[in-house]
């Protein structure tokens, strides 16, 4: 992609100069004026060059945190940035990590401010981690600020593995059942049914039944793998558009057990980011509006923005929470105190301590509760099966000993 040079005047009347990587012209006229920047020049100098082509992969957020734990370091050791950023971007393991340090290096150099930089890559660095930067810088206090990022993606980190673990055994479990049965069906059952075919005597029904599937299911495998691809895409495509999300949602939230715990964690998630923000010091409607993209629950989402635009009409935080009938009482009591006693950012971290307490707790019932639930059915799928093809075994056997 073609590489700009700008030069812009931000709404303090400074003039700051720098590049930015763009598809087109019109993308970086859009992406300076969304950052409220008055452009003084623009012009095109250069294709990017080769060494810095992103390369594909994702950089994990275990990355982030080390380099914002390092980073935050070194800027209270009084190393400047751009010394800061050159020997983190020489230890960065990830390759793809290094060139956007790289990059991130560069722009600074040429007059960008560290929050500004990091912004040219939003797939690395969220708008909640850009927000932490840009109140650091202006507030002086850059290397807590890191350090409390650092902190927040380690919990987040830490939470998102816990949804993980407690979703990936059921999904592996139930894949496996599937991938057995498929296997009977197209495979074992048939052997039986030829075995059968030379009896010369009526089989049992439950028997027939199963040998009548397993030849459907033969016969169609292919037309029903191409069904249940086409389904799964049509299925994402819909859940990608913003109505479609929030009906899934809706649903999840409704779903026993399932809907507890990603309530709570969205809950978790709200309070910790909202916390953080509030405690780094964004502005209090700043912080709601990136709150909401990073809660990961679109009714949350929407909720969350109700609560934005009561907030900027005058009414505390508590009052359109509670209006929202999504968060639980003891959540917007909590933080009604804490607007009351001015610690809302305590009282925040507080009940987003005992909502990762919660998670805890709640994904330990469920894996208990699920594992005997999906070996039940495991062994009622597989018995029912196993039972319906040595029916006529037993038959015959019971004819012959009379």
Known sequence: MPVYEYVVKDQTGKNTAGTIECADRSAVLEKLRNDN?????????????????????????????????QLATMVDAGIPILGSLDILAQQAESKRFKEILTMVRNDIEVGSSLSGAFAKHPRIFSSLYISMVKAGES????????????????????????ITSALVYPAVVTFMAFAITALLMIK?????????????????????????????????????????????????????????????????????????????????????????????????????????????????????????????????????????????????????????????????????????????TTVGSLTSMLEPLIIAFLGIVIGTIVICMFMPIFKISSIVNM
């Open 188 to 360: 074992v059952i048939p052997v039986f049914k030829t075995v059968f075919s030379g009896f010369g005597a009526a089989l049992p029904a439950p028997t027939l039944v199963l040998i009548a599937i397993s030849d459907v299911f033969r016969k169609y495998f292919i037309l029903l793998l191409i069904v249940m691809a086409a389904a799964g895409y049509a299925l994402n495509r819909y859940l990608n558009t913003k109505k479609g999300r929030l009906n899934f949602d809706k649903i999840t939230l409704k779903l026993p057990v399932f809907g507890m715990l990603l309530t709570k964690v969205s809950v978790s998630k709200f309070t910790r980011t909202l916390s953080t923000l509030v405690k780094s010091g964004v502005p209090i409607l700043s912080s709601l509006e990136v709150v909401a993209k990073t809660c990961g629950n679109s009714v949350f989402e929407a909720a969350i923005d109700e609560v934005r635009l009561g907030v900027r009409e005058g009414e505390s935080i508590a009052r359109p929470l509670e209006k929202s009938k999504i968060f639980p009482p003891m959540v917007v009591k909590m933080i009604g105190v804490g607007e009351q006693t001015g610690q809302l950012e305590k009282m925040l971290s507080k009940v987003a301590d005992f909502y990762d307490e919660q998670v805890d």
């Open 139 to 162: 507030s002086g206090m850059l290397d807590e600020i890191l350090d409390r990022l650092a902190t927040y993606l380690e919990k987040t980190a830490a939470l998102q593995r816990k």
């Open 37 to 69: 920047l008055i452009i003084i020049s623009l012009k095109e100098i250069s294709a990017a060059p080769k060494k810095f082509q992103m390369r594909k992969g994702k950089v994990k957020i275990d990355d982030v945190v080390i380099f914002s734990r």
